[in-house]
């Protein structure tokens, strides 16, 4: 179980995260979620799609890193690309909320949260998160401010989940490729857009997409998948092929 509390000076003076890359620091994920405000920066290096959570029920956008659980091509080195969804940067950091209480009203607050056990966690390395006189570094303070702005994009994610299943925009896809060495891999259990239905939309519909800055969202998936070719280009390097 993640070891995760509230971030504090009192506690917390001495920790350290470290910002290298690498499957030791939990890198080696397969995709990570993303959202419509971002989709610009991630359709440039990664495909992207929906996947649904079976526990939660949830269906987000994602960034798509591999072509399995545990792999992702990207990391080699370090990450080899210059832009890394927000999802990945804010480890091991979380939002949380607590109650407060003003001016007799109880209400709820955001706050940040850090899992102890995670591996970019350290006494010994990696940027501090504390002054030594009290403070927060630059850097905890960046943080703080990503966690904040994944937060709203996740939020707006979900409507934008939300209008695409309104309008039934939302369709299964299967992916299928060939490396070099003859070997195939087979994509599933991921969403994309159903591009059939979306030409099919009525102006009243287009504009209320196009009103929340979704349409280009839209595209910008749909664009993404291109990407696919540099997964295949990636797996194929790492084959030695």
Same mark, same amino acid.
């Given at each position: 179980?993640?070891?995760?509390?509230?971030?504090?000076?009192?506690?917390h003076?001495?920790?350290?995260?470290?910002?290298?890359r690498?499957?030791?620091?939990?890198?080696?994920?397969?995709f990570?979620t993303?959202?419509?405000?971002?989709?610009? #920066?991630?359709?440039?290096?990664?495909?992207?799609?929906?996947?649904?959570?079976?526990?939660?029920?949830?269906?987000?956008?994602?960034?798509?890193?591999?072509?399995?659980?545990?792999?992702?091509?990207?990391?080699? &080195?370090?990450?080899?690309?210059q832009?890394?969804?927000?999802?990945v940067?804010?480890?091991p950091?979380?939002?949380?909320?607590?109650q407060?209480?003003?001016?007799?009203?109880?209400?709820?607050?955001?706050?940040?949260?850090?899992?102890?056990?995670?591996?970019?966690? #350290?006494?010994?390395?990696?940027e501090?998160l504390?002054?030594?006189?009290?403070?927060?570094t630059?850097?905890?303070q960046?943080?703080?401010?990503?966690?904040?702005?994944?937060?709203?994009?996740?939020? &707006?994610?979900?409507?934008?989940?939300?209008?695409?299943?309104?309008?039934?925009?939302?369709?299964?896809?299967?992916?299928?490729?060939?490396?070099?060495?003859? #070997?195939?891999?087979?994509?599933?259990?991921?969403?994309?857009?159903?591009?059939?239905?979306?030409?099919?939309?009525?102006?009243?519909?287009?504009?209320?997409?196009?009103?929340?800055?979704?349409?280009?969202?839209?595209y910008l998936?749909?664009?993404?998948?291109?990407?696919?070719?540099?997964?295949?280009?990636?797996?194929?390097?790492?084959?030695?092929?």
């Open positions: 179980m993640t070891n995760t509390v509230l971030l504090n000076a009192a506690d003076v001495d920790l350290r995260v470290i910002t290298a690498g499957a030791k620091y939990g890198d080696n994920q397969w990570a993303t959202f419509p405000l971002e989709f610009r #920066s991630c359709a440039a290096c990664y495909p992207l799609f929906f996947f649904k959570d079976n526990q939660s029920q949830q269906t987000y956008p994602v960034a798509l890193f591999g072509f399995r659980h545990g792999e992702n091509l990207f990391l080699a &080195d370090g990450w080899q690309e832009y890394l969804p927000l999802s940067r804010r480890q950091f979380l939002i949380g909320r607590q407060v209480r003003e001016d007799g009203m109880v209400r709820e607050q955001r706050v940040l949260h850090i899992a102890l056990d995670h591996p970019r966690v #350290s006494k010994d390395e990696g501090p504390f002054l030594p006189y009290g403070g927060q630059p850097f905890l960046d943080m703080a401010g990503m966690l904040e702005t994944l937060h709203l994009g996740m939020q &707006d994610a979900n409507n934008f989940v939300a209008l695409l299943e309104q309008y039934q925009l939302l369709e299964p896809v299967t992916v299928n490729v060939t490396l070099k060495d003859g #070997s195939s891999h087979q994509l599933v259990g991921f969403l994309t857009i159903a591009e059939e239905q979306l030409a099919n939309l009525d102006g009243a519909a287009l504009a209320q997409l196009h009103q929340h800055g979704y349409l280009q969202a839209i998936m749909i664009a993404s998948q291109a990407q696919i070719r540099q997964l295949v280009t990636l797996k194929n390097q790492q084959l030695g092929l």
